[in-house]
């Protein structure tokens, strides 16, 4: 079955970028999704298609995917980023085909 | 305003049953694919089950497979999850999510609702 990592943790202070990984195999050939979940609180969507952005997202969220690894960067990191941040990918590689998410990265912003 | 609002959630015992809904509003129904996504607490994301607009295709984790059954009324606006033989496993918070296009498959939830809670115990 299809895995996705992402590493437990990510720290960054205020003002500085965030880069958040989600590493598979060959995850370049599929389409990322990123979600934002804030303690207490439901997933947002905030990166779709690897790189686009629903509305209302800020700028400063982007992201990429290429080979084994898709990005998440967060620019010029708020104190309201931190929160965690979940990968997800549709895994039509196997005869089960399904969601797959990673396992979460907490952003915490010093 | 584009909503989704769980409900049907509590407490079980193992073996027995239990049916979710989620009304949606704010937005055309039945244009759009239907998931079931749960987070056990203190755990990540586990997408449970999806459907697409007209119900033609619905998939299924493997956890669930054969035990819970998705459902959507678009009459109604409305999606379900009939979950059967519940596990103590199946403890967590069970949010309703709004796909981007028709298709289960390849596209993003983009509205998620606040979640019903189910807890299996005895």
């Known amino acids: 079955s299809y895995v996705l990592t992402q590493p437990p943790s990510v720290s960054v202070a205020p003002g500085q970028t965030a880069r958040i990984t989600c590493g598979g195999n060959?995850?370049?050939?599929?389409?990322v999704h990123w979600y934002q979940q804030k303690p207490g609180q439901a997933p947002v969507l905030v990166v779709y298609?690897?790189?686009d952005r629903p509305s209302g997202i800020p700028e400063r969220f982007s992201g990429s995917n290429s080979g084994n690894t898709a990005t998440l960067t967060i620019s010029r990191v708020e104190a309201g980023d931190e929160a965690d941040y979940y990968c997800?990918?549709?895994?039509?590689?196997?005869?089960?085909?399904?969601?797959?998410f990673g396992g979460g990265t907490k952003l915490t912003v010093l | 305003e584009v909503q989704l609002v769980e409900s049907g959630g509590g407490l079980v015992q193992p073996g027995r049953s239990l049916r979710l809904s989620c009304a949606a509003s704010?937005?055309?129904?039945?244009?759009?694919?239907m998931h079931w996504v749960r987070q056990a607490p203190g755990k990540g994301l586990e997408w449970v089950s999806g459907?697409?607009?007209?119900?033609?295709?619905?998939g299924y984790a493997d956890s669930v497979k054969g035990r819970f059954t998705i459902s959507r009324d678009n009459a109604k606006n409305s999606l379900y999850l009939q979950m059967n033989s519940l596990r103590a496993e199946d403890t967590a918070l069970y949010y309703c999510?709004?796909?981007?296009?028709?298709?289960?498959?390849?596209?993003?939830?983009?509205?998620w609702g606040q979640g019903t809670m189910v807890t299996v115990s005895s």
């Open positions: 704010g937005f055309t129904f039945d244009d759009y694919a």
């Open positions: 999510a709004k796909g981007r296009d028709s298709g289960y498959a390849d596209y993003a939830f983009d509205i």
């Open positions: 298609d690897d790189s």
């Open positions: 060959n995850i370049g050939s599929k389409s």
């Open positions: 997800q990918v549709w895994d039509s590689s196997s005869d089960h085909q399904r969601w797959v």
């Open positions: 459907i697409s607009w007209n119900s033609g295709s619905i």
